[in-house]
């Protein structure tokens, strides 16, 4: 296997976006995947690493940075992975195996305009999974988000981990 | 082996680039931070800068601001690593005055390549994903869609000097300088660009004549020869009526009285260029790779360099493609050029064409895209040297007989061709 410059052993990098901010850092895992993490009704906060702030509406620019922070996960709309690996739960047969199928689908979402894929096994209804999962966050794979008030802002993801709480629109792109 | 300074406050990260690029020969300090990095650049001028972009303190954007601030590292070419990888990032680091940009996870392979890339390229040039160069735009905005070729990866042996050619009498027989050399010893390679496509409709004829009228923009004596046996169009591009063609040496077999060469070629008073035309109609026959090369032995004495105009692999082509020094391969985005193309390298391999003498060519024939550059880069397993934009002005630069990069010099197409006439020239 080829060598990897990447974060961290068992850390994963994502991008936390809030209404105002984007929050750039890394979440340890300790054995649990970020998707679980998030999913943890236990834990109002998670905790962040190498914790970067952008403004929202000026995502490129570094307006302050920590070494570690949290962050209060029902604040969070959106998270964006850069691998679609890591936005899978430990249960990985949930949205990842053989048979699974993509759900295009289009999600407005704190302010976010998110399409991609929900990758689901055929037995299981898509829109049944959204209104009655009793999990915050679903992982939408191969996803873009386009911030709506300023449509040039975009972000490219394998997975966008979604925050139901926050959805506003849900709809499939195709049946 | 390049001196690389690493700035970095993530210990881990720090430690494992730098193993990665002292694995493949580098010399590689480190810096744990922005402040410090700046010191170690100004004090110790190392090659290249890699860059992380969420550092406490001075963020890897400032860095690259303030090294190009300085005088002393002003010329230091930059990679930027960071785990933020949006599109928006990368734009931000390019305007801060990156030259490559680099998402983490990043695999050893992919770091090597594009440091490697980065270096070769020097610091006015922006390398992107699947090796791409383009120049550095002078003034913010002003971006240019010329890509540019990265120079071949390990340095190449200096071709041997061309044999000296007693040129005062101009009729060497032929094979002479042949019989001098052991009988394995490669052709001497002579100022010659064999521009080249095998298929029809890549706009092989107008890069090989907008190249010719480049590089006599650069007062340089430039001949252009047409070597279509199938009818060439050479002098159509240029409104010119030639009155002979090399057909007027297919008599002579491999030793073509070359006395009255000069008297054979139209000139192109706009521009100053020769022009050894074709015959306008399919030619009964062709000139052998010795006539061919003989030829262009000829003309080096007096042009330099002479670009040939190739659209079949004849045995003249072959004897050209063997004395060229450059070889530009032009293709366009549609999957039959891509596979022509693919098919042409291999067949130019089995020549013992040496790879670094060629560079591919994109060019972009119509206003749609078909192909995407970087799968056609991996198609070929090599990079596009110059990406040709698409040029509607292309018809009519023809039927006036007055070529883009003289009418329109400011055109992406003329800049990109420009790129080209720089390249091989080097």
Known sequence: MQSQASVRQGYVAGEFMTRTYRISGETELRGVPLLDQLNDHNALFLSLERMFISPLLDPATLTGSFAHGEARKDSVGIVVLSQWRDGLPQREGRYAGRDHVDHEVLIVVAGFEVTGAIRLHPSVNVTNLVRTTPEHFIPVFDARATLTARRNIVFKGGAILVNRSHIEVFAMLKD | MSRILLIDDDINLLQMVKLMLERVGHQVET???????????????????IIDVMMSGLSGYDVVRKLREDPRTASLPVVILTARSQPMDKEMALEAGANAFLSKPVTAQELTERVDAVIRAGVHYRVHTGLLTEPIPRRAGEISGVLTPVPPPLPRPTPPPPTPIVRSTGRVPIGAEDQAQPATAPPVQLPVTTVISLRGGTGCTTIAINLALALAAQARRICITDLSAVGGHVPLYLHLKPQHSWQDFLSQGDSPDLHALGGLLAQHEPSGVAVLAAPPRPADGTLSAAAAQHVLRELTATYNPVVAD?????????????????????????????????????????????????RVVLNHVRPTFDVPADAIQKALKRPISVDVPYEPGQPVAIRRGTPLVSARPDSPFAQSIQQLARTVVS
Request: charged share 20%.
């Open chain 2, 31 to 49: 810096a744990k931070d922005g402040t410090k990095g700046l010191e170690m650049a100004a004090q110790t001028q190392p090659e290249l800068a």
């Open chain 2, 310 to 358: 190739a659209r079949q692999l004849d045995p003249a082509v072959r004897g050209a493609l063997q004395v060229s020094s450059s070889v530009v391969v032009v293709m366009s985005d549609d999957p039959p050029s891509v596979q022509t193309t693919s098919q042409l390298l291999a067949m130019l391999s089995a020549m013992e064409i040496e790879m670094g003498r060629i």
